[in-house]
């Protein structure tokens, strides 16, 4: 009898062996089976370890990249091939971040399922959210500079544009060994980081709204400049005695170099962490560059320029758009995608209470500071400027924000390259792009 006992159990241990050693595939299934079936060699998906399968399209079915049986086609229009480059990828993998790499099980047709499974050797196809007509317009009014455009419906959290330049035609024959081509294979809004400049005072206001009490009763003034420690923060203008909404309004360096000194060093970088600033992003699993704001060795004087996006502070662009729409969002974003019918996870970044004050912020800012009622005429805009100095060359252009329209809900971030002014550079493209939006 205890012979039969013993071998029953030795049967259940070996069943239940069994059982956790099928749970534990599954599971390593569900989690790697897309990179297994991917592997570079395997001949149903890669040639010469190229990927050889699948289609690409806009939001409209525009087809952007194709490639099946050993044949590769871009998009036709030269200017729609350049505009998406760094978004769709290209098929000799310089464009690292590019979704033809990104989402090559997708476009392979793997699912958990089935498998790879692609009857006719073409795989599947995948519509981004990206808009190549708005692709084309945001790249030409760059005009040959360098920069980022990106444009994020912040109620789906759907990417409409995302352009990066330096770029070229993946068909043409341009030397990107020349001059000008510096980065050129980088998709500067998700892989790059800059200097923010004072679209890094909507972090400083968001800190100093929180935690310091009586701000709304305040008056901060300005003398054209303020002495810190023997060194003098320069202001761009003499704005005298201002109220809280107008040293953003005015973009007061005197001002905001006063409120990052109150608030220290230690406070403003929580706020820059709290909001993604200082860490990687992923955008449907693609990696982002992490931003930096680090003030553990300032003085006084560092710790002043730290809290206006100037000192070491470096942003990455996605990691703003985020921000944004967190703000237009009342403090919550829906992460942004490129993948069409895909919806992100939500996520909280800041107070609610704290969202809508900066939103009446922004939009007090770009009316009474940028004339948004004439230079943006129909949009209802909320917006901060940056002039983010780089030691050598004209300052990085900025222009981010969102529109409050239930219609078209946009967050934009812009950035030109040494463009110069924020306003008349970044917030000028960002015109022309968000008409363009609205109108399409
Ligand atoms: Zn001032």
């Not at 000008?180 to 200097?195: A, D, I, K, M």
């Not at 222009?399 to 040494?418: K, W």
Request: charge should be negative; hydrophobic fraction near 40%; aromatic fraction near 10%.
């Amino acid at each position: 009898m205890k012979k039969v006992k013993r071998r029953a159990a030795c049967a259940l241990l070996i069943a239940a062996a069994i059982i956790v050693g099928m749970a534990v595939y599954l599971v390593r299934l569900a989690d790697h089976g897309a990179d297994w079936a991917m592997f570079r060699a395997n001949p149903d998906v890669y040639q010469n370890g190229v990927l050889n399968t699948g289609t690409l399209t806009d939001r409209n079915g525009l087809l952007l990249a194709q490639a099946g049986n050993g044949v590769y086609r871009y998009a036709d229009d030269a200017a729609v091939r350049t505009a998406c480059l760094h978004a769709v990828g290209d098929y000799s993998g310089n464009i690292g971040t590019g979704a033809v790499t990104a989402f090559a099980s997708r476009l392979a047709g793997y699912s958990f399922v089935n498998g790879l499974y692609s009857p006719d050797g073409t795989g599947a196809t995948v519509e981004l959210t990206i808009d190549a007509s708005l692709q084309a317009t945001a790249y030409q009014a760059l005009w040959g500079r360098k920069g980022a455009v990106l444009v994020c419906n912040y109620e789906t959290g759907e990417i409409l544009c995302m352009v990066s330049a330096p770029s070229f035609d993946p068909n043409g024959t341009v030397d990107v060994n020349a001059a000008g081509y510096e980065g050129v294979y980088l998709n500067r809004c998700l892989s790059s980081t800059f200097p923010p400049g004072s679209i890094f005072k909507l972090v400083t206001a968001a800190a100093a709204i929180e935690n310091i009490p009586d701000l709304r009763e305040r008056t901060f003034t300005c003398q054209g400049q303020l002495e810190v420690d023997g060194e003098t923060v320069v202001c761009t203008g003499w704005h005298g005695d201002q109220l809280f909404e107008d040293t953003l309004a005015n973009s007061c360096n005197c001002a905001f170099a006063q409120i990052a000194l109150e608030l220290g060093g230690e406070t403003l970088a929580a706020y820059a962490e709290q909001f993604g600033l200082t860490s990687a992003q992923s955008l449907n699993g693609i990696p982002t560059a992490a931003g930096r704001f680090d003030v553990a060795d300032t003085d006084r004087f560092d710790l002043a320029w730290s809290g206006m996006g100037q000192y070491n502070d470096l942003v990455n662009p996605y990691a703003f758009l985020r921000y944004i729409c967190a703000i237009a969002g009342g403090g919550s974003l829906r992460e942004p995608t490129l993948l069409l019918g895909h919806r992100g996870k939500t996520t909280s970044l800041l107070d609610e209470g704290t969202a809508q004050e900066l939103q009446q912020l922004m939009n007090y800012t770009a009316f009474t500071a940028y004339g948004s009622s004439w230079r943006f005429p129909g949009l209802d805009i909320c917006a901060k400027t940056g002039t983010a100095e780089v030691g050598d060359g004209s300052p990085h252009a900025w222009f981010a924000g969102f529109l409050r329209n239930e219609d078209h809900p946009l967050a934009f971030v812009v950035l030109v390259e040494n463009g110069g002014g924020g306003l008349d550079a970044a917030g000028t493209l960002a015109g022309t792009v968000l008409q363009a939006a609205v109108a399409g």
